[in-house]
């Protein structure tokens, strides 16, 4: 089963919009961060959140951690055509182990 | 600062046959992670390395993967034999020493098994 999962699987939307997108896991985390890929391209992390915070500003980057629920999400506002990827949350367990989700495909149409 | 490089970019193999991936990590990075991704699934955990010591190979496949981190610098991860079912892209991660920090990652190979 997987540690991490991402809803959705891939969203579209207009530039200037803002993006949506959530993480689930399974068991308890020291830290989740947020990675983008942008095709062909290794990952770029964007944010980090620990597990005693409950939300994170970077930018137009905007996370959120309910431990109790174990989900995250990230918001992108006022979206860009650059900002077109796949996002990953990817969570870091206590024994310093590292998931990745599935990831959520981002279109943002200019 | 250098990032993480791998080498090669993409690679083309025969069923039966060895690959070896290379990773350099930036200068410093105690840890060093290899993920690998099927294509639309999920990035795995491989396996995780301190210095040049193996500290989780829990991810790792099967005993047809072999990765070394000798002297504590680079890695190789090797393929041998090849199934078609190892294609997919191989990334490569580094990170300071201790936990909670962000992972700085290669662009990856392309492994493709034919």
């Known amino acids: 089963s997987q540690q991490g999962e991402e809803d959705p699987q891939a969203l579209s939307i207009q530039e200037g919009e803002n993006a949506t997108m959530n993480c689930s896991y399974k068991?308890?985390?020291?830290?989740l961060q947020w990675y983008r890929q942008n095709s062909g391209r290794g990952l770029v992390h964007l944010i980090l959140i620990r597990s005693n915070e409950r939300e994170k500003h970077s930018g137009r980057l905007r996370v959120t951690l309910d431990t109790s629920k174990k989900s995250s999400s990230l918001l992108i506002t006022a979206s860009r055509a650059a900002d077109t990827a796949s996002y990953f949350c990817?969570?870091?367990?206590?024994?310093?182990?590292?998931?990745f989700g599935t990831g959520t495909s981002l279109t943002v149409i200019p | 600062e250098a990032g993480v490089t791998q080498f090669p970019s993409h690679s083309v193999i025969e069923k039966g046959q060895t690959v070896t991936l290379r990773c350099d990590p930036i200068s410093g990075h105690d840890n060093l992670y290899w993920y690998r991704r099927v294509m639309g699934k999920e990035i795995k955990f491989l396996l995780h390395?301190?210095?040049?010591?193996?500290?989780?190979e829990s991810g790792m496949p099967n005993n047809r993967f072999l990765a070394e981190r000798t002297g504590g610098t680079y890695s190789t991860l090797k393929v041998q034999p090849a199934e078609l079912e190892d294609s997919g892209v191989y990334f490569c991660a580094s990170s300071p020493s201790g936990g909670g920090f962000e992972q700085y990652f290669g662009p990856g190979t392309r492994l493709t098994v034919t």
């Open positions: 990817a969570t870091e367990l206590l024994g310093n182990q590292f998931y």
């Open positions: 390395f301190v210095k040049e010591s193996k500290q989780d």
């Open positions: 068991t308890s985390i020291n830290n």
